[in-house]
C-alpha cells in the first residue's frame, strides 16, 4: 500500500499540482491558506483526496478571523495575504476549514497513525524540529506505529522507541533551503521524503493577479525561490 502524505501547501497550487504520485491513501497534516493567494484548488484537493486531515493554525486563523499579530517578516506575509484568502474561499469551504480536527488517528494497511499539525502536546502551535529527545517526551501518551507532523516547513524522519515521527515538509512554502515542493511517501511500511520542482513563476504571478502589493510579491519570491533561506527569523 502507498500512502501520500503532505503538509502546509499554504494556498500555493502549482506547488500541489506538481505532485504526481499515484496512491492508495492520502494523509493531511495541516495549513492549506495563508502565504498564497489560491487557496480554493488547494481545499477542494484535499477534500478530494485526503483519507485522513487535521487542522494547521493558518487553517484555524482563517475559519475563526483570527488577527494576524506580530511584526515578524512571515507574520507580515501572512496579514498580507490574509484578505486574498476571505475573498477566494467560498461559505461551504470555510465550514470545511472550520471543522478539520485538531487531531485525528486511523489504523491503515495494519498500521497506526496520529497525525497533527505541530505535536501532539500542543496540536497547533508548538515548533519542534529533529530533536529525538524533545520527541521522546512528547511521545509518552501516544500510542501509535507513526506520528505524522507538519507546521516546520522542514524534513525529517525519526524513530524512537518503535514510534516513527514524520514531517513531510511543506509542500507550498518550504524553509530548508531547497525550493522544490517536499512531500513524503510510505509504501509498504517504508519511508521516503521526497521533493519535485514546480513552477514558481506561476505561483507569482496568481499573486500579481490577485492584486497583492509589490513588496509582498518581493518578500514571496524571495522565500520562495530560496526554500526559506532568504529569512533568518523563527518561522512565525
Known amino acids: 500500500m502507498k500512502i501520500l502524505v503532505v503538509s ?4 500555493n497550487w502549482p506547488a500541489l499540482q506538481a505532485i504526481e504520485e499515484s496512491f492508495d491513501a492520502c494523509l493531511f497534516l495541516g495549513d492549506l491558506v495563508d502565504y498564497g493567494t489560491d487557496p480554493l484548488p488547494c481545499i477542494d484537493w484535499v477534500q478530494k483526496n ?3 486531515a487535521v487542522r494547521g493554525n493558518h ?11 506580530g511584526g515578524s517578516p512571515f507574520r507580515r506575509l501572512t496579514a498580507a495575504t490574509r484578505q486574498a484568502q476571505y475573498n477566494a474561499i467560498t461559505p461551504d469551504k470555510m465550514r470545511y476549514l472550520s471543522r478539520l480536527p485538531v487531531t485525528a488517528s486511523q489504523t491503515i494497511d495494519g498500521l497506526k497513525f496520529h497525525l497533527v499539525h505541530a505535536t501532539p502536546r500542543d496540536p497547533l502551535d508548538e ?6 529527545e524533545g520527541w521522546s517526551a512528547r511521545l509518552k501518551h501516544v500510542d501509535a506505529d507513526f506520528v505524522c507532523v507538519g507546521h516546520t516547513h522542514q524534513q525529517f524522519h525519526l524513530k524512537l522507541d518503535g514510534v516513527e515521527i514524520l514531517n513531510p515538509g511543506s509542500v507550498g512554502q518550504p524553509r530548508d533551503g531547497d525550493p522544490r515542493a517536499a512531500y513524503a511517501v510510505i509504501e509498504n511500511g517504508k519511508v521516503e521524503l521526497r521533493r519535485v520542482a514546480y513552477d514558481i513563476d506561476a505561483s507569482l504571478e496568481q499573486m500579481r493577479s490577485a492584486g ?14 530560496t526554500g526559506g533561506r532568504s529569512r533568518g527569523e523563527h518561522p512565525e
Open 59 to 69: 487553517d484555524h486563523a482563517v475559519a475563526q478571523r483570527v488577527a494576524v499579530r
Open 8 to 11: 502546509d501547501i499554504h494556498a
Open 127 to 132: 515548533y519542534l524540529y529533529e530533536d529525538p
Open 212 to 225: 497583492v502589493e509589490s513588496w509582498v510579491l518581493q518578500m514571496a519570491e524571495a522565500v520562495l525561490r
Open 50 to 52: 485526503a483519507t485522513l
